[in-house]
C-alpha cells in the first residue's frame, strides 16, 4: 500500500510539474538564445537555423598548430601555409569552430552581454574538442586565460574560466595560478603587430608556484592572432613548463 502511494505522488508531482512547464511556455514563449525567435521547449534554447549555423561553425579540417581552416593535405610537417613561418610559444592547439554566424554571436552574449549561462554550451563544444586533440592524455593541469582583476570585477566573471569547469578529465586540474599583471587595451580593432606589443609582458605567475615539469592546457573563448596564447604560454614556460597546448571555441580571421 505504501508503495503504491509513493507511485502516485510522484506520478502527481511529474503530471503536475509538465502542467505547470506548458502553462510556463503559454506565458513565457521559450526564445532562440542568438535570434530571438520562438523555439520549441526542448529546443536547448536555440532554434533549428541556429543550431545548423553553430554545426556548421564547428568540425571540418583545420590546422592542429594554429587552428585556421585548411584542407588536411594543406598541412605540411604538422603546419599548414597561413602559419609556416610563425613562431609559437603554445606546442598545439584544438578548437571547436570558427568565430562567424551564430557561434560568433553566442560568444559575444557570453562574453560581453552579461550572458554567463552559455557557459554551458560553449564548454562542452571545447571540452568535445579537447577529448578529440592528440594531447588530451598528456594534461596535468587546466589553466584558463586570466583577465585582469578591474575588467573581471566590470564583467563579473571570467568567461575562460567558466568554460573551463566545464571540461570534464580524469586527472587534470584547474589551476588559476597565472594572472594578468597589467590592464591591457582590448585586442579587438588592433593589428597583429600592435595585440603582441599590447600583451607582452601582461602575464605573470603567482608566488611560490611551481609549474615546473607541469603540461598544461590553456583554455580561452577565441583565438584571433595567438598573441594572448603565446604570451600566456611564454610566462609558464618561464614557470618551468614542459610543454603548453591551448584549446579555444574559435578562431577569427581565418584569412590571416
Not at 538564445?33 to 529546443?43: D, H, K, M, W, Y
Not at 532554434?47 to 571540418?60: F, H, K, P, S, Y
Not at 554567463?116 to 594531447?135: K, P, R, Y
Amino acid at each position: 500500500m505504501a508503495l503504491q502511494t509513493s507511485k502516485f505522488f510522484k506520478s502527481a508531482c511529474n503530471i503536475s510539474r509538465a502542467g505547470l512547464s506548458s502553462f510556463g511556455d503559454l506565458l513565457w514563449p521559450p526564445l532562440c538564445g542568438v535570434c530571438g525567435e520562438s523555439v520549441a521547449a526542448a529546443g536547448d534554447g536555440m532554434c533549428r537555423v541556429c543550431w545548423d549555423e553553430v554545426m556548421g561553425c564547428a568540425g571540418g579540417d583545420y590546422c592542429r598548430r594554429c587552428g585556421k581552416d585548411v584542407s588536411r593535405y594543406a598541412v605540411v610537417d604538422g603546419r599548414c601555409g597561413i602559419c609556416s613561418g610563425a613562431e609559437f610559444a603554445f606546442d598545439a592547439l584544438a578548437r571547436a569552430g570558427v568565430y562567424r554566424d551564430a557561434l560568433r554571436k553566442l560568444i559575444q552574449g557570453f562574453k560581453f552581454n552579461d550572458r554567463s549561462e552559455l557557459a554551458g554550451l560553449l564548454g562542452q563544444m571545447a571540452d568535445s574538442a579537447f577529448q578529440g586533440s592528440e594531447f588530451y592524455d598528456q594534461v596535468d593541469m587546466l589553466v584558463p586565460v586570466p583577465l585582469h582583476w578591474r575588467r573581471r570585477l566590470r564583467r563579473g566573471y571570467n568567461q575562460a574560466y567558466l568554460l573551463t569547469k566545464q571540461f570534464n578529465h580524469p586527472t587534470a586540474t584547474i589551476c588559476t595560478d597565472l594572472v594578468r599583471i597589467r590592464n591591457t587595451h582590448r585586442q579587438w580593432g588592433l593589428e597583429p603587430a600592435k595585440r603582441r606589443r599590447n600583451v607582452k609582458g601582461a602575464f605573470g605567475v603567482r608566488r611560490r608556484h611551481n609549474f615546473s615539469g607541469k603540461r598544461i592546457c590553456l583554455v580561452d573563448d577565441i583565438s584571433t592572432s595567438w598573441a594572448t596564447l603565446n604570451e600566456c604560454a611564454k610566462t609558464l614556460k618561464l614557470a618551468g613548463a614542459e610543454k603548453v597546448f591551448a584549446v579555444v571555441v574559435s578562431v577569427a580571421m581565418q584569412r590571416y
